[in-house]
Each structure stands twice: as structure tokens, then as C-alpha cells.
T-cell receptor, first 110, second 115 residues
Framework: GQQVMQIPQYQHVQEGEDFTTYCNSS?????IQWYKQRPGGHPVFLIQ?????EVKKQKRLTFQFGEAKKNSSLHITATQTTDVGTYFC??????????FGQGTTLQVKP | ETGVTQTPRHLVMGMTNKKSLKCEQH?????MYWYKQSAKKPLELMFV???????ENNSVPSRFSPECPNSSHLFLHLHTLQPEDSALYLC??????????????FGEGSRLTVL
């Protein structure tokens, strides 16, 4: 079935360093969503990208959707301890239902 | 407060028990979902209800039985579970009845442990 592959699985950074997680698919995606799950919490919606090459920013977070709509990235500039958590991408499957990537767990050392 | 409420938050059950998880959404959404989240695995979609009809059953064993009596409530009935069913069960809702677009609103989850 359709899969969305996300890398890396884990990332440890020093506070103030940048962080990027990548989401890749072998098929064209109609859209991509990003969620954040804090430790012990539940996934919370961050953003949705729909257009080819789209770039959206939320403060220190930059989201990109590839030109071919087969990949996406989330970049955090100057990480803070509040950024700790697992970041998931997800997209609509060919049946129209949302399929999640494996997630990237970010640890930030103060 | 997410607008999606799940009870119980924690549940411990034996393999022969019967229990139910409950989800209620206060957002006026048209679609509701059950997801399973196990350690080191991606979120696994279990069931989707759109406008109170089940539209997706993702090859889930019959020991999990969903029920959607109305657009605001969703249940997951559990019976004769296995220890590998221990996981966080997340309920979500969305405005889009097809489930393919728009934001998912998750509840805080029910942490299930099967002994």
C-alpha cells in the first residue's frame, strides 16, 4: 500500500541548533500535513500544504512541499527545549484516507 | 481542551475481559477515527466513520468492534484482546467527511494495557 517514509527517526540537537525532518513518498501526494506530539501527549495539527513548491512559515518553523509533490520537509531554526516531541507528516492515501509517517522524535539538550 | 474527549484515559484488562473505549467530539465534525499508536510504529488507522457510516476498516481483527451511534460519539468495544494489543488508542475527528483533507483533531488517547 501507499507509504509515507519519514527520516530521521530520532534527532538529538543542542539548544540553538537547527533541525530538519523529511517526508518522502514514491507517489504524488495530493497534500501533506504536519503534526507535533509532545511526550505523553496527543498529535496536534501544525499545518497543511497543498500546492507544488509551497513554502509556509510559522515563527521558527518552515514547511516545504516539493515541486513534484512527492516530498516535504519541516525545518526548525534555533531549536528550543519547547520544540521537544515527535513530528509526524501525513498525507492522503489513494483511497482518500490520511496515512502517517513513522515520525521523527526530537530531543533538545539545554 | 481539544474538543475531542476520550474515556477512560487508562485501562488495564485481562485477555478474557470485555471493555469499551469512548470518544466524544464537541466540534460538529462529520468524520471520526480510531488510530492505534504502538511504540516505535507509525500511527495506524483502524476505523473511519463518515456521517455515521463506517467507510474504512483497515484489516482490524474482529476482537475490536467499533460503534458510532451518532456523529458526536464513537466507541471501540474490546474483547478477548492479546498482550500485543497494548497501545495508545487515539480518537480523532475532522470536518471533511471523506477524511482526505483538513485537520485532524485528536483526543488525548486511552492507554490500554492487556495482561
Amino acid at each position: 500500500g501507499q507509504q509515507v517514509m519519514q527520516i530521521p527517526q530520532y534527532q538529538h540537537v543542542q539548544e540553538g541548533e537547527d533541525f530538519t525532518t523529511y517526508c518522502n513518498s514514491s507517489t504524488t501526494l495530493s497534500n501533506i500535513q504536519w503534526y507535533k506530539q509532545r511526550p505523553g501527549g496527543h498529535p496536534v495539527f501544525l499545518i497543511q500544504l497543498v500546492k507544488s513548491g509551497e513554502v509556509k512559515k510559522q515563527k521558527r518553523l518552515t514547511f516545504q512541499f516539493g515541486e513534484a509533490k512527492k516530498n516535504s520537509s519541516l525545518h526548525i531554526t534555533a531549536t528550543q527545549t519547547t520544540d521537544v516531541g515527535t513530528y509526524f507528516c501525513c498525507s492522503s492515501s489513494n483511497t482518500g484516507k490520511l496515512i502517517f509517517g513513522q515520525g521523527t522524535t526530537l530531543q533538545v539538550k539545554p | 481542551e481539544t474538543g475531542v474527549t476520550q474515556t477512560p484515559r487508562h485501562l488495564v484488562m485481562g485477555m478474557t475481559n470485555k471493555k469499551s473505549l469512548k470518544c466524544e467530539q464537541h466540534l460538529g465534525h462529520n468524520a471520526m477515527y480510531w488510530y492505534k499508536q504502538s511504540a516505535k510504529k507509525p500511527l495506524e488507522l483502524m476505523f473511519v466513520y463518515s456521517l455515521e457510516e463506517r467507510v474504512e476498516n483497515n484489516s482490524v481483527p474482529s476482537r475490536f468492534s467499533p460503534e458510532c451511534p451518532n456523529s458526536s460519539h464513537l466507541f471501540l468495544h474490546l474483547h478477548t484482546l492479546q498482550p500485543e494489543d497494548s497501545a495508545l488508542y487515539l480518537c480523532a475527528s475532522s470536518q471533511d467527511p471523506t477524511g482526505g483533507n483538513g485537520e485532524l483533531f485528536f483526543g488525548e488517547g486511552s492507554r490500554l494495557t492487556v495482561l
